[in-house]
């Protein structure tokens, strides 16, 4: 199963959360060595992915705004060279050397 990026940095945010409020899972965890002091700087590392999701996703967004803007001006380019090359077979239909 595809787990998303999202998807699982939120559960990781869940998790993170429910260790740090919960004394039951507190103690549980910490029979396995996770500290409160560990569990914060596993918070740490959370904030910093989070963080980086959010700016790829704005960086993939500006990507593809852009992608469009270049479309649009090279359409709108193409279309008036096509304009200049109809005027210019015109001009010069009867002159075989251009």
Do not use: C
């Amino acid at each position: 199963m595809v787990r998303s990026t999202e998807r699982l940095l939120n559960d990781a945010r869940i998790m993170i959360n429910n260790a740090l409020t919960d004394p039951f899972i507190q103690d549980r965890l910490m029979e396995y060595g996770y500290t409160s002091d560990r569990i914060q700087a596993g918070k740490a590392l959370y904030e910093i992915a989070l963080t980086t999701l959010q700016k790829q996703q704005a960086d993939y967004g500006e990507q593809i705004s852009a992608t469009a803007a270049l479309n649009q001006a090279w359409d709108e380019a193409k279309a008036s060279y096509m304009r200049l090359v109809k005027i210019t077979r015109v001009a010069f239909k009867g002159d075989a050397g251009t």
